[in-house]
């Protein structure tokens, strides 16, 4: 839509004024310098509002990013797709005070032209960026994802004083569903699992995908009676849903949380929720264990 037309006009280059040239030149050099889509739209948009005349920008980025806002929103407006070959780049609207005139949007297209290669290229990298840190199978984040944030919530904990814990959550006996039912069936039981789990947790507990059967979950600003409910809720959830299936499948799992003196390493807290996962599954599975020494007494056994 641009302004009353309702005619959304394509983003395309025009020929440039060479008086233009070098300053079209200093903003692809500060386009080139981050790989950050929001970052270079307001490049963008500082460097051109005060000579194009718009009151404000929005661009809404494709795949659920966040919408981008600057400026003001202002009483005209004109709108533009932007399309690459085989890339959908998002949706940007410019906001005018007053009303626009064929010059100006002349203008806009010619500076977009610019714009659109950097844009497209960071788009890639932050797309590659995000699919090295999901699991392909559950869409939950992987390995490489998860030291990224316990590093980051365990020093974010030390530093505000605050509580966190960790749950290692096994599916139990999964060698013996791939083996009766196969592999399909075993990764089909795998994305139940995670989405089941997905849909019990808090807003603000993080879970991922850790390998073969294994899961992990943060919880911060939970200590060991917290993270105990939680576990247990996960737990029974599990067991009740795939009571009703054609095979029934439960998890066992293992709880740690940070010490109030100061947690020695971020392996240190995986390898005693770990530890705690083990003798869950040496007490018959489908249990919840906390880690040696944890003030709570919470010890969950199958119940069903």
Known sequence: MVDDAQQCRPAFALNSKPDSASQRLQLLQRLLSSQEPAVMVSHFFDALAPRLGFAGLTYTPPYQRPQVELGTE?????????????????????????????????????????????????????????????????????????????????????????????????????????????HSRGDEILKQVANLMSDTLRDSDLLYRYGGEEFVVLLSNTGPAGAAVIAERLRRTVAQVFARSDRPVTVSMGISSRRPEGEISMHSLFDRADQALYRAKAQGRNRVEPEIGATTQALFSAQG
């Open 74 to 182: 202002g009483r005209h407006q004109s709108d533009y797709a932007l399309k690459g070959e085989n890339q959908n780049l998002g949706h940007m609207t410019f906001h005018w005070d007053r009303r626009f005139n064929e010059r100006q949007l002349a203008e806009v297209e010619e500076w977009l032209s610019v714009l659109f290669l950097p844009l497209s290229n960071a788009l890639r990298y932050q797309d590659a960026l995000r699919l090295a840190l999901v699991d392909s199978l559950t869409g939950l984040g992987n390995r490489a994802a998860l030291d990224t944030a316990l590093h980051r919530e365990l020093r974010l904990a030390e530093r505000q004083e605050t509580e966190l814990s960790m749950l290692i959550v096994d599916v139990d006996h999964f060698k013996k569903i791939n083996d009766h039912l196969g």
